[in-house]
């Protein structure tokens, strides 16, 4: 490998909490909670990662104590007692792996197909009565539903912090809950959560700050969102930086402590006349630390399967200070050590990405 990649190694403290590395290890759902409880064997694999070099963990998406909340089956939770139980012993195993870990906390919305448990006859959520993709017409949420919401997210991000989390992510992209308010194609209200840009952002702010004043000041809030959307690629909340600005003004001023930016490929600028991809957008216009992720050591962004490459491209960005931390998906499913083998130099080591990977078993 030609880049000097020591700047990948380096410590790094937000909110009081010190991460050995600024690798980061993305949110993926897995399907192996059977009964939504994560048992030893998610414990042993976030602790492989944690060994294999990353510095900080995000769990895979766990939903909150919404009825509707859930899109997967085997998917963990984050409120039932051995749900909470089970997540004291991933963290645990984490930490004794030498990592930071923080939980991804997931309401799927209008995602959710009625046959899902936990139970399987409460249909989708939704900020209105608009179908995504092929999938059946979801109910349009009331205020109270709204207000059951955040208040689920809320507890969600007190639990996390009672069992010893070291902060949560709140995800707020993919076309999932929190992002479908923000989306006109999928947000219709005509009342204070629709309509305008700022009533489109209401959702999301509203349940930061719900947090925020329930966790404290010293407790770390990741938030995650995209411009894609799982449906569509080519959608965009923000379709200017003055919207991106905006857009993110809003959640810092509620309570965000760092902004995890998805693309689909992290090398590719989001506005035209700057290189700088959504993260360095994000640490330009908020001052915040950012979290840069897509297709980080692949050569192909698909899902169909990818070739390991280089991290010559990642290391230049973030030496110039474009984003601060990176988080590596699909990689890290192929291979446990992928961290610690960019680290020795043992590139050739790296076993590639395949379909395969996708089960998450290594």
């Known amino acids: 490998m030609s880049a000097n990649v020591e700047i990948l190694f380096e410590p790094f403290t937000v909110k009081g909490v010190t991460l050995p590395n600024r690798i980061v290890m ?3 759902t897995r399907r192996k909670s059977p009964g939504n409880v994560p048992g030893a064997d998610v414990a042993a694999y976030y602790r492989r990662r944690a060994e294999g070099g990353v510095g900080l963990i995000i769990t895979e998406g766990t939903f909150i104590n919404h009825k509707a909340a859930n899109g997967y089956d085997s998917v963990p939770d984050i409120y039932n007692p051995a749900a909470l139980d089970g997540w ?21 919305g209008a995602q959710r197909v009625k046959g899902t448990e936990p139970d399987r006859e409460v249909p989708g959520y939704a900020p209105s009565a608009v179908a995504t993709g092929e999938r059946d017409v979801p109910i349009a949420m009331s205020k109270d539903d ?33 992002d479908q308010f923000y989306w006109e194609r999928s947000n219709q209200r005509t009342d204070e959560y629709g309509g305008s840009f700022e009533n489109r952002n209401r959702f999301g702010k509203e349940i930061v700050e719900s947090i925020r004043a329930a966790v404290g000041p010293d407790f770390l809030i990741v938030y995650r969102f995209s411009q894609w959307k799982s449906d569509d ?11 991106l600005e905006r857009f993110l003004k809003t959640l810092t001023d509620a309570g965000v402590d760092v902004f995890h930016a998805s693309t689909r490929r992290f090398w590719e600028p989001e506005f035209e006349g700057s290189d700088l991809n959504l993260a360095g957008w994000c640490k330009k216009l908020t001052g915040k630390p950012a979290i840069t992720v897509g297709s980080i050591g692949l050569d192909d962004p698909s899902w169909a399967g990818a070739n390991s490459t280089d991290v010559d491209v990642l290391v230049k960005r973030m030496e110039k200070g474009e984003f601060d931390l990176a988080a590596v998906g699909r990689q890290l499913l192929s291979e446990a050590e992928w961290a610690n083998k960019i680290r020795e130099g043992r590139y050739q080591e790296i076993e590639p990405y395949t379909k395969k990977s996708l089960s998450g078993l290594n």
């Open 233 to 243: 690629y080519e959608a965009k909340i923000a379709k200017t930086p003055e919207e």
């Open 88 to 108: 004291k012993h991933v963290i645990e195993e984490a930490h004794a792996g030498g990592a930071k870990i923080i939980p991804q906390l997931w309401h799927v």
């Open 26 to 28: 993305a949110p993926m």
């Open 146 to 178: 709204i207000k059951d919401c955040i208040t689920a997210f809320t507890e969600a991000a007190v639990n996390a912090r009672e069992v010893g989390f070291d902060g949560i992510e709140v995800h707020g992209a993919h076309g999932y809950l929190i």
